[in-house]
């Protein structure tokens, strides 16, 4: 079991990186630099994911086997996305 | 090993499990009607509004009686070996479900994205139009995310009555996550916005509504839970709370990406 200080900290950081993420919209900078800003809010969101994922589901604990498990289903829907949203650029 | 000994073998070891359940049909025409009961709920009809509760309740009764069904599953190893050793086959279960349930959110996270890029991505604006109940139910969900871990923690140093409070207030702050859409929801059916309004409606209104459907789906195991906790379960084997946990915080992960994609970008 980790701390529960470890716990407590990620709950905060990750309570933090999302007043960011409105923070950001509420500075402007969807209106004066979209893809900076869409790329910043899009890599917090997933930095937010793998602390979760890492630590409250204790992925970094547990056998690789089953992070690649979830990250093949990730890799799945990713791909058709990214692909079906290419194939009409 | 002689033909008749393998044959003696096999006749000893076969047919011990039970393959059949007639519950999944059940849940499935529980589904079925449920379904076409919400698709005219709001004409008013009672005919609808019928189906919607008959359906909903073979669907429940369905769902008990599968979850109280004794069957006898395949022993040995089979879970528990290459790639999975050392991991319990329940959790390797759960583990398969949510992977399952990445590629469903895949689907219709993934059908929003492309309708959006065939739209033209930066003519599209969110739906809501204050991103605030969005930010809200973040903080919401965030922090029942931790209280589920708050419960874990309280089984461990055998605190019976910690373990119910921080399931309790998991529980609290689900209901409070669904009251905060509930009132977005009506805010925005009121201004004319609804699933069929356009495609962008059809796409907040279905991508969140699913999550919303796993968070409904969630705060039924936690009652479950806080029953079992009030009766001193867990103490010894906190297992269940880590698995429900897993799930729990998956559904705080796919919010993560919802809130940014249909509040703010």
């Known amino acids: 079991m980790v701390s529960l200080k470890l716990y407590t900290f990620i709950y905060v950081a990750l309570f933090i990186s999302a007043t960011v993420q409105v923070l950001i919209e509420f500075a402007g ?14 890599i917090l969101s997933f930095i937010k994911a793998l602390l979760v994922a890492g630590y409250f589901q204790h992925l970094r604990y547990e056998p690789a086997s089953l992070s690649y498990l979830i990250l093949t289903g990730l890799g799945a829907a990713l791909a058709l996305t990214l692909a079906a949203s290419y194939s009409i650029q | 090993m002689g033909v ?35 698709s005219g709920i709001n004409t008013g009809s009672t005919l609808y509004s019928s189906l919607f509760v008959i359906g909903l309740l073979i669907f429940s009764i369905s769902m008990i009686g599968f979850g109280a069904q004794r069957f006898q599953g395949p022993e040995g190893p089979f879970g528990e070996s290459w790639p999975f050793q050392g991991v319990e086959n329940m959790k ?3 583990w398969l479900f949510l992977a399952s ?5 895949g689907a219709f996270i993934g059908s929003a994205i492309f309708i959006r890029v065939a739209y033209g991505w930066t003519s599209w604006t969110p739906v809501p139009d204050d991103v605030l109940p969005g930010l809200i139910n973040t903080y919401l969900l965030l922090t029942s995310s931790f209280t589920v871990i708050l419960a874990l923690v309280a089984t461990e140093k055998k605190n019976r009555y ?7 207030t998991t ?9 905060n859409k509930g ?33 409904i789906g969630g705060l039924v195991i936690t009652l479950w839970l806080i029953y079992r906790a009030w009766n001193g379960a867990y103490l010894e084997d906190n297992r269940t709370i880590e698995y429900f946990g897993l799930y729990w915080h998956f559904v705080d992960i796919v919010w993560l990406f919802l809130f940014p994609l249909f509040y703010i970008l």
Do not use: C, R
């Open chain 1, 29 to 42: 900078w969807l209106e004066t630099m979209y893809w900076f800003a869409f790329w910043l809010i899009i």
């Open chain 2, 4 to 38: 008749k000994q393998f044959m003696k073998n096999e006749q000893k070891t076969q047919h011990i499990e039970t393959h059949a359940s007639i519950w999944p049909l059940f849940i499935s025409i529980g589904v079925l009607i449920f379904l076409l009961g919400l």
């Open chain 2, 171 to 179: 529980f609290l702050l689900g209901v409070g996550f669904l009251m």
């Open chain 2, 183 to 215: 009132i977005e929801w009506n805010h925005l059916y009121h201004q004319g916005l609804w699933l069929s309004t356009n495609v962008k409606t059809s796409t907040f209104f279905l991508t969140t509504g699913l999550h919303g459907a796993h968070v």
């Open chain 2, 101 to 105: 349930d990445v590629v469903l959110f």
């Open chain 2, 92 to 94: 390797t279960g759960v």
């Open chain 2, 162 to 168: 910690g373990a119910v409070a921080a399931l309790t």
